[in-house]
């Protein structure tokens, strides 16, 4: 929100007040407290007649240094909360040398000296990284009595500013006017499903607003050399993070807000869904499952979506007996062919659902002020709101589930949770500007902790559209409803990378795109992508998204992309676990794992798929594709080619190939099975070595399936021109020395010498060419 009109004026009915001295500060051992007058004290009169703003800062963990501006200080506290995790006891070391006092936790300080003019200085081992100058702390009001707190923090020169969500607005959020607002807008528009009131630059830090309902940004717009977030509230409460690399970013504020649970290892399969408005029913979903399964295309999950229910009575959760007479049975079969069942549910009621009188009669619906239930026919005919901050009205909703649970499903898509009205009254008495945001993380709770006692601890996983910060703990998240075209395939990435660095570890999205029909070249180069993102769906709006219907080389292109995501599994659950364990996502952008190298800053056509391989979709019908390549040698693991960084390639590529990189020294497992993503990693790994430097090591960890510890952990090192490999695994596992000219003792192989060790070889001496 905006508040200036330029330079020098305000804007039309606001009148805007700013910290400018420091009248007094009090420190304790935890906690530094400024008092802030908003104009000048040249003597006692002045103190008299005009506001006096509370400045509190503290560090609830170590590199994370919290500041909260008040007004007044009487306002009764507001509901929903984000739900943080701050470390026991204090970070915080407070150090007062004359007028200048710091706060420090960690190598991040704040500094403020009392007898200057208004200034909080935020440095991070020794180098500055951002400060609140003049007119950077303060609050406006406007002609409608609307108080907004507001804070403004310096960008440098050149400092590039990301996160906030899942947006597909340009990557780089420099020059954009961000709201922090859930809205059903698509993957077009400047709405976002996934608002996150969290941000981090390439300079070293992060910052997050802790606050669930509207915040405003100004990303160097309003005024082009600050980041501006406002709140309509009497407080403002924000942390800085520190870092210094993006990930540790990543890994302070995820400490804070929460880390992914780790999904099931299923869940990274291929899932294929009825698509939405398409015609279905038991024997359509048969001959696709069938068909998949002649055509040799591994499947892990079947989705029904929104018409397994009848028109009308969404939700009531109950299989259209017109279309699905046997739903048990159904499941079932279905289940036998070693498939995993979800379905489309929302936390709607539609007024022709016998649960919209069930929960109006117990009081489960949201209702408005005066009492009556909030309804409208938007979406579903009559549609209510569950009211989830009724803690009776969780279990009636997760009652409803369990039954489904019962008959053999396994995981739920939560869509929607965006549209939640403000003219209403909660049961808790929550705030409705803030609950607004916050309905969809009660909503995917909900769902996700009914998953996690029914199924197990590690079972649960849910396919969500909306999501505040805290949602990063309950995955996986796609990413809503995108056109069926390469524009659109490109905007759906960028989404992807921008909720990543908002501490995100999984993503998805709709293969194929959901409004439309892809041509068959957009399909196949959006099964190559989604195929190496961390979950895959085939899914579309009016029309299918089975292989078949674009042609033979689909098939292929499906068939070969999911096999090779099989046999990823060792390299992607280890990824899974790092984002459980760190914050990190799978789905990296460039200038996470690329932060000292300038060009990566702006990349958004391309990707870190974990630690080692680089992928960059190809976005066009001919096949061209360019890309950027870092420092380093790199190797095309489809085909072998090496490739020199530091620079750009232009590359012309048939369906069966994409860029998809190995950097130097990577050492890359690949297990042994195709046609599933849940097996033993470790029995019959291969290591795939790439380019090793003279003198290198590298540690390769193959998880267990639950993520708990490692199966097998292998030590690669290359002296000279002796390769050695080490384990303690007592199965059977095999060496690729990729792009090696010669074989000595092993055997040749289209991307270079293989070796072959049977179960219980400690040892592996070979030779690098």
Known sequence: MKFTDGYWLMRPGVSAHHAVSVADAVVTDDRLTLYAPVGRVAHRGDTLNGPLLTVECWSPAEGVIGVRTTHHGGRAPRRPEFTLSPSEGSAARIVREGSVIELASGELSLKVDTEAPWQLDFSGGGRALTSVGPRGTGFAVDDDDRHFMLTQLS?????????????????????????IWQADGGTSSEQAYKNVPFHLTDRGYGVFVNHPGQVSYEVGSESVGRVQFSVEDQSLEFFVVYGPTPKEILARYTALTGRPALPPDWSFGLWLSTSFTTSYDEATVTRFVTRMAEAEI?????????????????????????????????????????????????????????????????????????????????????????????????????????????????CFKTDFGERVPVDVAWHDGSD??????????????????????????????????????????????????????????????????????????????DIGGFEGTPTPALFKR?????????????????????????????????????????????????????????????????????????????????????????????????????????????????????????????????FDT?????????????????????????????????????????????????????????????????????????????????????????????????????AGTPRLTAHWP
């Open 298 to 410: 591994p499947l892990s999950v079947f989705h029904f979506d929104c018409f397994w229910m009848r028109e009308y009575q969404w939700s009531d959760f109950v299989w259209d007996p017109d279309v699905f007479p046997d739903p048990v049975g159904m499941l079932a079969r279905l289940k036998a062919q070693g498939l995993r069942i979800c379905v489309w549910i929302n936390p709607y009621i539609a007024q022709k659902s016998p649960l919209f009188a069930e929960g109006m009669a117990l009081g489960h619906l949201l209702r408005k002020p005066d009492g009556d239930v909030w309804q409208w026919d938007r979406w579903q005919a009559g549609m209510a709101l569950v009211d989830f901050t009724s803690p009776a009205a969780r279990d009636w909703y997760a009652g409803k589930l369990r039954l489904l649970l019962d008959q053999g499903v396994d």
């Open 526 to 654: 959006w099964v190559q992508f989604g195929l190496l993102s961390s979950h895959s769906r085939l899914h579309g709006s009016r029309s299918y998204r089975v292989p078949w219907d674009y042609g033979d080389e689909a098939v292929a292109v499906t068939r070969s992309f999911t096999r090779l995501k099989h046999r990823l599994m060792p390299y992607l659950y280890r990824a899974a676990v790092q984002a459980g364990e760190a914050g990190t996502p799978v789905m990296r952008a460039m200038v996470l794992e690329f932060p000292d190298d300038p060009a990566c800053r702006f990349l958004d056509r391309q990707y870190m798929l974990g630690d080692d391989l680089l992928v960059a979709p190809v976005f066009t019908e001919d096949g061209t594709v360019e890309y950027y390549v870092p420092a380093g040698t790199w190797t095309n693991v489809l085909t072998g080619e090496r490739i020199p960084g530091r620079g750009w390639r232009r590359e012309t590529h048939g």
């Open 432 to 509: 409705p500007e803030r609950m607004h945001n916050y309905y969809t993380q009660l909503y995917n709770e909900t769902v996700f902790d009914l998953l996690r006692e029914v199924r197990g601890e590690g079972e649960a996983v849910v396919f969500a559209r909306s999501a505040t910060t805290g949602g990063q703990r309950l995955p996986v998240h796609w990413g809503g409803d995108c056109e069926s075209s390469f524009e659109a395939m490109a905007e759906s990435l960028r989404g992807g990378l921008s909720l990543g660095l908002s501490g995100f570890g999984f993503w998805s999205h």
């Open 155 to 179: 960008l440098g020169v050149g400092e590039c500013v990301y996160g906030l969500g899942e947006r597909f607005t340009p990557f780089v959020r420099n020059g954009q006017s961000v709201d």
């Open 658 to 758: 994409l860029p998809l990189l190995a950097r130097e020294g990577a050492v890359v497992p690949f297990g042994a099975v195709v046609d599933r993503p849940a097996y033993d990693w470790a029995d019959g790994v291969t290591l795939a070595v790439h380019a090793p430097a003279d003198g290198s090591t590298a540690v390769t960890a193959i998880p267990l399936p639950d993520g708990s510890g490692e199966a097998a952990v292998f030590t690669t090192r290359r002296s000279g021109d002796e390769i050695v490999v080490e384990t303690a695994s007592q199965l059977p596992w095999n060496v690729l020395l990729v792009g090696a000219s010669t074989v000595r003792g092993g055997t040749s192989h289209p991307l270079g010498a293989l070796y072959s060790c049977p």
